[in-house]
């Protein structure tokens, strides 16, 4: 089971990236999956998950209005797309997913790195200013 995290790059402040995270080896279609990320001498930190139907969205504060996230269940991929980019978004992003299938969590669950059992290698974002 292997989740292959792409898309990250050097943007200015204010620019945009997508971010996607391919999964192989399993089906992910009905796991709740997430974007966590993590700066330079920082804990890791939640910023999006999304439930396994992708009817259910949750942010942190930080990102709300900028980022989205979506899942692509036809193509087993997860993305995130970033706009209006800021310097403090600077970080290696990771995708990840919980291995219960169909399983549903409260907001608080998905924003705790415990309830992800796979993780992905992580792609960095760099926003200059």
């Known amino acids: 089971v292997q989740l292959q995290a792409s898309g990250g790059g050097l943007v200015q402040a204010g620019g945009s990236l997508r971010l996607s995270c391919a999964a192989s080896?399993?089906?992910?279609?009905?796991?709740?999956m997430g974007w966590f990320r993590q700066a330079p001498g920082k804990e890791r930190e939640f910023v999006a998950a999304?439930?396994?139907?992708?009817?259910?969205?949750y942010y942190r504060d930080s990102v709300k209005g900028r980022f989205t996230i979506s899942r692509d269940n036809a193509k087993n991929t997860l993305y995130l797309q970033m706009n209006s980019l800021k310097p403090e978004d600077t970080a290696v992003y990771y995708c990840?997913?919980?291995?219960?299938?169909?399983?549903?969590?409260?907001?608080?669950?998905?924003?705790?790195?415990?309830?992800?059992?796979?993780w992905g290698q992580g792609t960095l974002v760099t926003v200059s200013s």
């Open positions: 080896g399993s089906t992910f279609n009905n796991n709740v």
């Open positions: 990840a997913a919980d291995r219960s299938p169909r399983r549903t969590y409260t907001e608080s669950s998905c924003y705790t790195k415990g309830t992800y059992d796979y």
């Open positions: 999304i439930s396994w139907g992708g009817s259910i969205t």
